[in-house]
């Protein structure tokens, strides 16, 4: 899925800046849950768009159609029951990469090129460059990169990036009966889950929030939630954060790690240079044979 | 669908009831959003399960599955009650000012109307009809306060459906009753408008029509009908049942709706006497008075020249319904048919893009129907169960092996739906031309190709052979270019009709309307006398000498409610909402300025093609119905059904309680069980639990089990169990389970869930279960003999003759 | 026995062939680990991956390449851990290890087969090891990890760049030592011979012992 080098903000374990140069405004789909009516048509249009095989499942009690998303199946509806005090509500959500302003699998990632950020804020892994290493999960608090033992290589939704290229909204989208997904610039998608989230609270759901957490920068997945205050229903983390110890070690420990290892060369070599080799059967400077 | 599936986003309240529209027509599910999300609409569900439209509705009631009319008969009695109807409207449309016949009586205690005759089990309906005056019109109560006026009888029949009574029939709670009739009967004032979308859970029960009666009197009560945002919606399923319905495919019915000839209509001139309606008002329009044009018309379409005045227009050519011993008429209907199979009455069967053994209720007994037939001839585009009836592995769910068989089976490949070009019609009465994607593969035909094939070597044979009754055969209209394979184009142009000669004026003589040859426009353009041809009168306007607008391909929308009026052909004469007069009151002017139906300009009537005499005043008063010879819409039902003229809650034949209302008479009376060996039922003591079938939106039907993408969204067949269910009976979620009935026995993964709750139903805990169709024994993946329909009942409306897949016993244990 | 590693010409044995092989497969492997590992842990020394096969050769053999680090450093385990033990000797070592690194052995105590540093770079890389190892299996199969158990991810992401840095820590000091420094180091663990003097210079306590005239090792 190879986009424009003119678009890349962010490309992985590079050591030069970024050839992007150009500014586009930044892309989101909305989900609103609210209106989900489970029907996964984006779960085939996505296999379809994509060309990706269809997968063996068992049913596991649920109309979910697999516990999780997998390397060949990147678009995923959750569904879970939820009886409260006042009634009772099956939750449906889409499930998918959030394609995060501050994206934690490129954060994470060793190789090169091999996960990179559009200005548009579309993060898309490049096979190519990827070592299936599997860093990016770690670097995912919503654990959405699936690895293929087959190729070795880690795999999730794209956004469509090849139709987003060229004007067209992503497949899910297109593919939606009932609207609950729409796609457009973040800002507009803001505007049309906001006035949404107004109407959900109107109509009972007060506590109805759009999900586009801090921690990661945001998403590039506005999520309607009629239960806002409870993202956990949906599968969603509360505070999705790029795990620390990533953090750590991309940055602080890398420094620290990096001077520990020039230092212990420079320092070897100075002693060296000061003290210069132990020498046993030479002048005897090492100190009295038996001596030790 | 009297409305159209744009215009739901119209709608102030959205009744989903006996259907699922989110699960079954995700795509015109989308208006119901539009609606939710532009409108603020309410959508209210009611269903024996926490569907996937419940999870978007604002409001879900858990009924016990058959129990609709009770539900809707409550909410009918809550809007009387509580006066939440729209009285100008029920005065003006509806015949609630009619006065019923004074023999006319409901049994409260029995369960029975007026006219019962035990012997027979069946009414004598004389007295289930309207008081007429001298000129043979039916007397009127303006006032509506007449004890025996249509709107004081239908007030007295529900003054027992209390919220009480309801809850004690669906199991569901009170409040959540009254909750959800307080939403429903919300749309009553004049600026309201809603809609009730249904599908196949209406349909499949042995109460059927009368269900659908009541939601048309609910409607009526609430001032729904013939408005922008409201109507009654029958969804419906494959993608050309519309069509097919409208075409003749019910054995009772021709194209467009007429009934079919029968044995004892021994003169064209006795048939259409019996079957034109007479005026029951001075101003009713009754539009089936020019039955005899569409019927000669249609006499013309079959039989061509050969049809003439002198030969009553090929008349006793058409096969007429036989009559039985009893004096009634045979009846060929699905269950019947393959109950005639049982009995040895019938030597083949062309099952042509129908697969029974999956469709049909009571799978056994069909396929020890097919088991005894001479030949079978199966049309389809995959190798499907009925053609492969013959296997080891279904024959052995009746105890047979191959070689007890003799049935010859024949299959022919055939092109499916995105393989042929053609016309589907949806929900909405949409005429709606579609080209092919692709070629059909191998040996595959499109289906005209195959019919004309084996009506030309038939002919070829009776020309040869003579044999006994060539006529029909031989004097059909077979005019195509290509006789072997008719283009759809000219089999379009047919069914429209035109002009076989000129047409003049009917009343200037002098003009001529249409040239012959020249493609019809309208209805009142056929003709009694045998100048004009016409396939099926309802699709006149689809193909007219502006060429055919089934692929009109216009999607501007002036009335900026989702008209689309030149979007393809909208039977009736590019009608979007049916009965509009309807939308507007006694002057001409729209109930809500918002959303106009029709509207009168002080000249003509203008917006929607009007249901209407286009140009006749309102002051004028002419019915709004104008195909009801009452001209008014029927609350009250004289004759027309066989089990009463109200609906009233009968439970389904296997149920797990008696009836609340008159545990004597706990089932439709009329229903009438078949009596092989295979019918067999059960009785609550022995299967205690109530069941349901239903669809998924991951399937279609029985096909998509061939395709890996649809099988990887729901691989297996399962079983929904409430949870209090499963923990009484150690089932945990995804264990195996059977599910036994009356007739047979499944094995499938339980799916426990919160979405079905155990119900309180005359005192006693109920619960019931359910399970998808889709799967069978053919196919990809694990499914053989997770036939849902093995254990579904062979019983039938006795109106409309649908079986009742909606509603059954069965026991549940672990496997 | 203790005879037999007195050899001719004043030599002694110091490493026998297994210790050496055992040695160098646990060097190789670290080299190439140290090698493909550094390339994964900054982009500025991606290169030397490239150099190594790609990207993907080395993330698929670095793993590999553990197993045989993890065998060999387990047999030294089997060969040495007498030898390693930590003596009070050594703890007084430690206390003037800065002697040490200013040659000045005389303030040193006596030292056996091996001295305090060796044995703490061994037991360094020994834990650092099995650190590595653990956090490693982790690494290498992330996609079978599930979601709920991710906080094992997270921390072998930081255990292991952390044990390796200590290792490379060692590991600089250990090369630095043994070849620039320790003048006949290098030979004994190519060739397992030393000088009689060199091992009585560096390791007075261990020459006595398998010569038999010496105190016996305590």
């Known amino acids: 899925m190879a986009g424009n080098t003119l678009d890349l903000k962010r490309v992985s374990a590079s050591t030069t800046p970024p050839p992007g140069v150009r500014t586009t405004p930044t892309v989101s789909k909305l989900i609103d849950t609210s209106t989900c009516i489970g029907c996964k048509a984006c779960e085939v249009a996505c296999q379809e768009w994509n060309d990706l095989p269809p997968e063996t499942t068992v049913q596991l009690g649920t109309y979910q159609t697999m516990p999780d998303t997998s390397p060949n199946f990147w678009n995923l509806i959750r569904f879970n029951e939820h009886q409260t005090d006042t009634g009772f509500h099956w939750l449906m959500r889409k499930d998918q990469c959030m394609h995060c302003a501050d994206p934690g699998c490129l954060e994470a990632c060793p190789a090169p090129g091999a996960i990179v950020q559009y200005e548009n804020g579309i993060v898309d892994f490049q096979q190519e460059n990827c070592i299936g290493c599997g860093y990016c999960i770690t670097g995912c608090p919503f654990d959405i990169p699936k690895f293929n033992t087959k190729t070795k290589k880690v795999y999730k939704c794209t956004l469509c990036t090849d139709r987003v290229a060229v004007g067209l909204e992503p497949a899910c989208i297109k593919a939606c009966p009932t609207s609950c997904l729409q796609f457009g610039t973040k800002d507009a998608m803001l505007g049309i889950a906001k006035k949404r989230v107004d109407q959900l609270k109107a109509n009972g759901f007060d506590k109805a929030a759009i999900y586009d957490p801090e921690g990661v920068g945001g998403t590039g997945v506005v999520t309607i939630l009629s239960f806002g205050d409870q993202p956990e229903l949906y599968g969603l983390p509360r505070n999705p954060t790029i795990p620390l110890t990533v953090r750590l070690w991309k940055s602080p420990l890398k420094w620290l790690g990096n001077l520990a290892i020039v230092g212990g060369i420079v320092g070897t070599f100075v002693h060296y240079l000061k003290y210069g080799p132990k020498e046993v059967d030479g002048a005897g400077h090492s100190g009295k044979e038996g001596g030790a | 669908m009297t409305n159209g599936w744009t215009d739901i986003r119209n709608a102030d309240v959205v009744l989903a009831m006996g259907g699922n529209p989110a699960e079954n027509h995700p795509v015109g599910f989308r208006f119901v959003m539009e609606a939710k999300r532009n409108r603020n609409a309410k959508l209210v569900s009611v269903d024996p399960r926490f569907n996937r439209t419940s999870a978007v509705a604002d409001s879900f009631t858990q009924i016990r599955t058959g129990t609709d009319i009770a539900f809707l008969g409550g909410t009918i009695n ?8 729209h009285e100008e409207y029920v005065r003006m449309f509806t015949n609630a000012t009619f006065l019923v016949r004074e023999d006319y009586s409901f049994n409260e205690a029995e369960g029975l109307f007026s006219g019962w005759n035990p012997e027979k089990k069946s009414y004598d309906k004389t007295s289930w009809n309207y008081e007429l005056d001298a000129k043979g019109f039916a007397k009127t109560d303006p006032t509506m306060q007449h004890p025996r006026s249509v709107f004081q009888a239908m007030k007295k029949f529900y003054a027992r459906y209390t919220p009480e009574a309801v809850a004690n029939i669906c199991g569901c709670s009170k409040e959540d009753f009254v909750k959800a009739a307080e939403l429903i009967t919300s749309t009553y004032p004049a600026n309201k408008v809603g809609t009730i979308l249904y599908a196949l859970g209406w349909t499949h029960h042995s109460f059927s029509v009368q269900l659908i009666h009541a939601a048309a009197m609910l409607q009526l009560l609430l001032g729904n009908i013939g408005r922008a945002g409201g109507g009654l919606n029958a969804l419906r399923g494959h993608a050309n049942i519309q069509g097919g319905t ?86 060929w209907s699905w269950a019947f048919i393959f109950d005639h199979m049982q009995n040895g009455k019938m030597d083949g069967l062309i099952s042509f893009g129908m697969n029974p053994v999956c469709n049909g209720p009571n799978t056994k007994k069909v396929i020890s129907g097919l088991a005894k037939l001479k030949w079978l001839v199966v049309v389809e585009c995959f190798e499907q169960e009925t053609a492969a009836f013959w296997k080891p592995d279904i024959l052995a769910e009746i105890g047979k092996k191959p070689q007890d068989v003799a049935t010859e089976v024949f299959m022919l490949p055939a092109a499916n739906f995105a393989e042929k070009d053609g016309a589907f019609v949806n929900s909405a009465r949409w005429i709606q031309w579609k080209w092919k994607a692709a070629d059909p593969p191998g040996e595959a035909k499109a289906d005209q190709e195959i019919i004309a094939r084996i009506f030309l070597k038939v002919r070829e044979l009776y020309a040869k052979d003579g044999g006994k009754f060539p006529d029909p055969v031989m004097n059909l209209n077979w005019w195509y270019s290509n006789a072997a394979s008719p283009s759809l184009t000219e089999v379009c142009k047919e069914i429209n009709g035109w002009a076989v000669e000129d047409l003049k004026d009917e009343k200037d003589p002098k003009t001529i309307v249409l040239k012959a040859g020249q493609q019809l426009g309208k209805f009142l353009d056929t003709r009694a006398d045998g100048s004009t041809l016409s396939g099926n009168w309802l699709y006149i306007g689809m193909y007219t000498e502006a060429g055919n607008l089934t692929q009109r391909r216009n999607n501007a929308d002036p009335s900026g409610m989702g008209r689309y ?179 047979a026995s499944i094995e499938g993964k339980a799916m426990v869930t919160k979405r079905i709750k155990a119900m309180t139903v005359a005192g006693k805990t109920v619960y019931q279960i359910g399970f998808p169709i889709h799967w069978g024994f053919l196919g990809r993946g694990q499914q053989k003999g997770t036939l849902a329909n093995l254990m579904t009942p062979p019983i039938v409306d006795p109106n409309s003759f649908a079986p009742e897949y909606k509603g059954f016993l069965v026991k549940l244990e672990k496997a | 026995m203790a005879g037999e590693q007195t050899l001719a010409g004043h030599r002694v044995l110091r490493y026998t062939l297994t210790e050496r092989m055992v040695h160098w497969a646990a060097g190789f492997s670290y080299i190439y680990l140290l090698m493909t590992g550094l390339a994964f842990w900054t982009p500025w020394m991606f290169w030397m991956a490239v150099v190594l096969g790609g990207g993907s050769v080395s993330r698929m053999l670095h793993p590999w390449a553990g197993l045989i680090y993890t065998w060999s450093v387990w047999r030294m385990y089997v060969l040495w851990n007498q030898d390693m033990r930590i003596t009070e000797g050594d703890r007084k070592w430690m206390q003037v290890v800065g002697a040490y690194a200013r040659h000045e052995h005389d303030k040193l105590p006596p030292v056996d087969r091996f001295n305090a540093g060796q044995k703490y770079l061994f037991w360094l890389m020994f834990w650092g090891g099995f650190a590595l190892l653990l956090s490693g299996v982790v690494l290498w199969f992330p996609e079978y990890i599930p979601g709920s158990l991710g906080f094992l991810r997270s921390l072998a992401i930081i255990v292991h760049p952390v044990a390796a840095l200590l290792t490379i820590g060692g590991f600089i000091i250990h090369v630095y030592m043994g070849t620039a420094v320790v003048r006949g180091g290098f030979s004994s663990v190519i060739r397992g011979e030393v000088s009689e003097n060199w091992a009585r210079v560096h390791h007075p306590l261990w020459l006595a012992r398998i010569s038999g005239n010496a105190p016996a090792k305590k």
């Not at chain 2, 809550?78 to 109807?85: E, M």
């Not at chain 2, 089936?288 to 020249?305: E, L």
Request: one cysteine or more; a neutral charge; charged letters at 20%.
């Open chain 2, 78 to 85: 809550y809007a009387l009650q509580h006066n939440r109807i």
């Open chain 2, 565 to 743: 009026s030149e979007w393809t052909f909208n039977w009736p004469a590019n009608r979007r909402v049916m009965y509009n007069r309807c939308s507007a009151d006694a002057q001409g002017k729209p109930w809500d300025a918002t959303r106009p139906g029709i509207a009168w300009n002080g000249e003509k009537w203008v917006g929607d093609v009007p249901d209407y005499k286009v140009d006749s005043p309102p002051e004028a008063g002419l019915g709004a119905f104008i195909m009801l010879p009452e001209g008014v819409a029927r609350l009250f039902i004289p004759g027309q059904f066989v089990e009463g003229p109200f609906p009233e809650h009968y439970e389904p034949v296997e149920s797990p309680v008696a009836n609340p209302l008159h545990p004597k008479q706990s089932s439709n009376p009329l229903v009438r069980p078949f009596k092989t060996e295979w019918d067999k039922f059960g009785k609550a003591e022995e299967f205690p639990i109530a069941c349901t079938t239903y669809r998924l939106t991951e399937h279609f039907h029985y096909w998509t089990k061939n395709n890996a993408y649809n099988m990887q969204l729901q691989p297996e067949f399962f079983v929904e169990i409430p949870e209090e269910l499963a923990k009484e009976k150690g089932i945990a979620n995804g264990d195996k389970v059977r599910v036994t009935s009356a007739r």
């Open chain 2, 246 to 331: 409208d075409c003749g495919m019910a054995y009772h019915n021709l194209p467009g709706y007429i009934a079919i000839q029968k044995a004892d209509h021994d003169s064209l001139k006795k048939y259409l006497e019996t079957i034109t309606p007479k005026p029951l008002q001075q101003n009713s329009m009754n539009f089936w008075s020019n039955t005899d044009r569409f019927v000669i018309s249609q006499m013309k379409a079959y039989y061509g020249k050969a049809a003439t005045a002198k030969n009553e227009f090929g008349y006793q050519w058409h096969p007429k319904l036989p009559q039985t011993p009893a004096g009634t008429y045979e009846n």
